[in-house]
Structure formats: C-alpha cells, structure tokens
C-alpha cells in the first residue's frame, strides 16, 4: 500500500471512530407535545448523553422558553427522580433526584443544584444550565455509584404558594414503565 493509501485509509478510520464516539450514550426520549396539564411547563423530550469521561447529561426540553416560571404566587418545579434498582417503584424513590424551581433556576445556574439520594440531601452539588427551552443537569456518574443502567423519571409541575396542584407534565406517563437508559463502560 502506498502512503497515500495509508493515509487515506487512516483517516477513514479515525472520522468512523470519532462519529461512532460522539453517538456512543446518547440517547432522546420524546413525549407528547401540549399534554402538560393546566400551566405546568410541557415537557417534549428528554436528551441523556455522555460527552466525556464519566460526565452525565439529563437535557430536559419544553414546548416553549423559558422552561420554569417563578414569581411570589406561583412557581415552576423540575424534578428528575434517577434509580439504579429496577425493583423500586415510582415515585416512591429510593435513588437519587435532582431538582430545580423556576425561582431558583438563576442562582441554580451559578451555584448548581444539590443531589439528593433518597429523601436526604447527599452534600455533591451538580451542575445547571438553562439554554432557551432546555435545562440541563450535568454529574459525574461516580456520584451514582458508577452504575451500568438507569431508570428515570421526569416531572414538571406548577406550584401555587407552597402548594403542589394537579398541573404536571410527567415523562413516561405514571402508568408506563420508568425510562431506561445504558450507560456507555467505554466512558467510565
């Protein structure tokens, strides 16, 4: 084979490599767009991908931007309930949930949000980001336990005062199975 053949067939082989790499995790889950009930914020997709080395990516699209609304009457709320253990049912969680409010989603983006593990704040801060429609957590999937599967859950609700209403949006819907997601052990 000549150089350039060499060549050519090398670069060949490293643009299938890193187009292979840069799907490897990723994955998008659709939900049905306008099923949000009453002003809860419309969840239509939930992006989960991991870039680079045991970082985790859970983007959770809306309909419209902003995502979460806050003001004194009401708030917005996002809640990602993440299980390692398919025996545990929803929403009685026993895993891990990260949360944040449409009051909060700014300073969330400075400071991150806190993990919980179960009921109890798990002291690891994860980050946040909001871009248009999307917000965005981002952890080390080591915080998990390094785990080789997931089920989630993703809620969106409208909250008047303190109080939770009947205005969510829910991905899968309460009757269908939790999301499932493999994680990539070429990433760990």
Known sequence: MTGRGWLTAGLTIGLVAMSTSAAI??????????????????????EVDEPAGPVLNFSVVFASAPPLAGDAETTD????????????SF???????????????????????NLLAGD?????????????????FSLDRKLLGDPSELWFRV??????????????????????????????????
């Open 77 to 88: 709320i996002l809640w990602l309930a993440l299980d390692t253990d398919p025996q545990v």
């Open 25 to 46: 995790g990723a994955e998008r889950y659709e939900d049905a767009v306008g099923d949000a009930l009453g002003d809860a914020p419309d969840l239509v997709a939930v």
């Open 91 to 113: 929403p009685e969680l026993d895993g891990f949930s990260l949360m944040t409010m449409g009051r909060w989603l700014p300073r969330d983006e400075q400071t991150g949000s």
């Open 120 to 136: 109890e704040l798990y002291w690891h801060v994860v980050d946040v980001d909001s871009d248009g429609p999307v917000v965005t």
């Open 155 to 188: 809620y969106s609700a409208t909250l008047r005062g303190s109080l939770y209403t009947e205005e969510t949006d829910v991905y899968p819907a309460d009757d269908e199975p939790a999301a499932h997601y493999t994680l990539s052990s070429l990433r760990s």
